[in-house]
């Protein structure tokens, strides 16, 4: 059974950082690009960012050079740092898991929420 738990959501000023991490199991951790998404009150999810084992990287462009995703194959682990934070970066964040050459993200973690006050 696949499960991805997210934690290290919470409430920041703006201009503050927090760093969300995702721990991965029941699965090739190896053979998945990881990525975060984001949803706030009323708009879609989105994408913030994706990285697969082999390095390839995306970015949300609402959030290049503030956010950085990273992972650690040796622990099944993917994390998010989010500097310079700003009111709307408020949104529930969710890890997302797709085979790598998948077209969709077939996992997802239950969500934690992060809030950036003004």
């Known amino acids: 059974q696949v499960q991805l738990v997210e934690s290290g959501g919470g409430l920041v000023e703006a201009g503050g950082s927090l760093r969300l991490s995702c721990a991965a199991s029941?699965?090739?951790?190896?053979?998945?690009?990881m990525g975060w998404y984001r949803q706030a009150p009323g708009k879609e999810r989105e994408l913030v960012a994706s990285k697969s084992s082999g390095g390839s990287t995306y970015y949300a462009d609402s959030v290049k050079d503030r956010f950085t995703i990273s992972r650690d194959n040796a622990k099944n682990t993917v994390y998010l740092q989010m500097n310079s934070l700003k009111p709307e970066d408020t949104a529930v964040y969710y890890c997302?898991?797709?085979?790598?050459?998948?077209?969709?993200?077939?996992?997802w973690g239950q969500g934690t929420q992060v809030t950036v006050s003004s």
């Open positions: 029941g699965l090739t951790f190896s053979n998945y690009v």
């Open positions: 997302a898991a797709k085979l790598r050459g998948g077209s969709t993200y077939r996992y």
